[in-house]
């Protein structure tokens, strides 16, 4: 662990500019932590945080094509393609006929996936539980609600920008 990571990172509340960068270094800060963790916690399984996420949509959604599970995990095709494959010689994914268009495959999760994401949401209830430790439930509904507001500006922001490119 570099000392980043562990050291507690000053997002004092004042206003103006100077606030973004630590505020966005300090999320980016958390969610490369918590990424490192399930890493972690997926190499145990001989995973990736990949295979772990598409595994988890297969079982959620009882199986998809190939192109809604990479938007679903935010991976390119040809990146989920090589996810599948490995998955599918570890006999965890099986690929079937797509009964709506025969030239497509419907890619769902094999029996014994299912004990395995079951696993994995305990290993995400812990982190979870570890991640909030300390934290009033008051305290954890402002979070909520300010990283959803942050999540609406930019997604606004996005917007925006998409119109004016247009």
């Keep these: 662990m570099d000392q980043q990571d562990t050291q507690t990172l000053d997002c004092k509340p004042t206003s103006g500019i100077a606030d973004v960068a630590p505020i966005s270094k300090l999320i980016f800060s958390v969610t490369k932590q918590m990424r490192r963790v399930f890493e972690q916690q997926a190499r145990l399984q001989d ?12 079982v959620q959604s009882n199986g998809l094509s190939q192109a809604a599970l990479s938007a679903l995990i935010e991976t390119d095709q040809m ?51 570890t991640m909030l430790e300390g934290i009033s439930e008051a305290d954890r509904q402002v979070l909520v609600r300010s990283l959803n507001k942050i999540f609406d500006n930019l997604t606004s922001q996005s917007d925006r920008q998409k119109d004016a490119d247009k």
């Design 47 to 58: 995973m990736t945080l990949p295979q772990w996420r598409a595994l988890g949509q297969l």
């Design 79 to 129: 990146t989920t393609s090589k996810i599948l494959r490995l998955l599918e010689t570890r006999g965890l994914i099986e690929r079937l006929p797509d009964p709506a268009d025969s030239r497509a495959k419907i890619v769902r999760a094999t029996p014994p996936v299912t004990a395995m994401v079951e696993a994995m949401k305990a290993v995400a209830g812990e982190l979870h539980e």
